[in-house]
């Protein structure tokens, strides 16, 4: 059984190479709330800007400053480590006992850009967007038309929402310990990053669905007994309960996820309920800029979109920071 990360494309195939992530400032994200924090409350909300580092790191060294258990510390989403992300954190502190949190700037990567008050923790899939700005450096095999059409292409009729590559660790790590988990019955106790393992698993079944539509070239129309999120069509996250779908929609998942079944079986089992993820990803507010021979995008997306979903129905990206 092949674990590849090759997905078909939806637009024909990349028209060009670049750069990716030369350096930190060429990824950045804008973390949007989507609310104003209520300026009261137990817990502490901390806007920081990281650079370089990943937001699990963030929030550990917040926790140690706080005095208080990882648990504590919430935040919306995992923003990638090779780039530039404003990101927002909460910090549940009862009885007062606030520190300086500007002690947090002693590392380099940490800017503290506002601090303020809220009455709940933040959770993951809370906020309302992430704003992308993107500078893919030396774009070489395309012109500046080429790329015009396929941009306009893209912000018509979206991309597949494929999962990123992120999502599977390096080299597909997670999806390793998944088929040792699932296949080989290695316990899942005895392996670290459970959660991510579980969530690589269950992404991959989706991506395969979504790479089966993108075959039959039906990935942004509705199909008989498809399942409808803000009036596209979706894919299962598998989990503990019956599919949704039903009729074609239902037969095609079916056939793309034949060769999972003790995949299917051990999600089932985990305590993860089945759930739904739309199959077409429609950047909003997306704006490219030729500026010499690099290309410069800037996107907003919804929580749980990637980045690399539409980049990838653009140019080959050459990520220098793998």
Same mark, same amino acid.
Do not use: H
């Given at each position: 059984m092949s674990y590849t990360l090759d997905t078909p494309f939806a637009h024909g195939g990349p028209l060009g190479r670049a750069a990716f992530r030369q350096q930190p400032e060429d990824f950045i994200v804008q973390e949007e709330l989507g609310f104003a924090p209520e300026g009261d409350g137990e817990h502490h909300y901390l806007h920081l800007q990281k650079r370089g580092v990943n937001t699990d790191w963030v929030a550990q060294k917040i926790a140690r400053l706080a005095g208080v258990k990882p648990a504590d510390v919430g935040f919306c989403g995992l923003k990638d480590r090779h780039g530039v992300a404003d990101q927002w954190f909460s910090v549940y502190l009862p009885k007062g006992n606030v520190p300086d949190w500007h002690k947090l700037e002693e590392d380099a990567a940490i800017k503290v850009l506002s601090l303020s008050k809220g009455r709940r923790k933040l959770r993951r899939g809370q906020h309302a967007s992430n704003r992308f700005v993107i500078l893919l450096r030396n774009v070489s095999g395309t012109s500046e038309n080429e790329l015009q059409e396929r941009l306009l292409a893209i912000s018509k009729s979206g991309v597949p929402n494929y999962f990123g590559e992120q999502r599977f660790?390096?080299?597909?790590?997670?999806?390793?310990?998944?088929?040792?988990?699932?296949?080989?019955?290695? %316990?899942?106790? #005895?392996?670290?990053? #459970?959660?991510?393992?579980?969530?690589? @698993?269950?992404?991959h079944?989706?991506?395969?669905?979504?790479?089966?539509?993108?075959?039959? @070239? !039906? =990935? !942004?129309?509705?199909?008989? $007994?498809?399942?409808?999120?803000? $009036?596209?069509?979706?894919? %299962?996250? =598998?989990?503990? $309960?019956?599919?949704?779908?039903?009729?074609?929609?239902?037969?095609?998942?079916? !056939?793309?996820? @034949?060769?999972?079944?003790s995949w299917l079986n051990g999600l089932e089992h985990c305590g993860l309920s089945q759930e739904r993820r739309s199959i077409v990803l429609s950047p909003v507010k997306l704006d490219w800029a030729l500026e010499g021979q690099n290309l410069r995008l800037s996107l907003d997306l919804r929580p749980g979109e990637f980045a690399t979903a539409v980049l990838r129905e653009v140019l080959q990206l050459d990520n220098l920071s793998a």
């Open positions: 660790g390096r080299n597909g790590s997670n999806l390793v310990s998944a088929k040792r988990w699932l296949e080989d019955g290695v %316990p899942l106790n #005895k392996m670290s990053g #459970k959660s991510m393992i579980m969530s690589a @698993a269950r992404s079944l989706f991506n395969c669905v979504v790479a089966e539509r993108v075959r039959q @070239a !039906n =990935w !942004n129309t509705e199909i008989p $007994g498809d399942v409808l999120l803000e $009036g596209t069509p979706t894919g %299962p996250l =598998w989990g503990r $309960g019956r599919s949704r779908a039903s009729d074609e929609a239902l037969v095609l998942e079916q !056939n793309a996820l @034949a060769e999972y079944s």
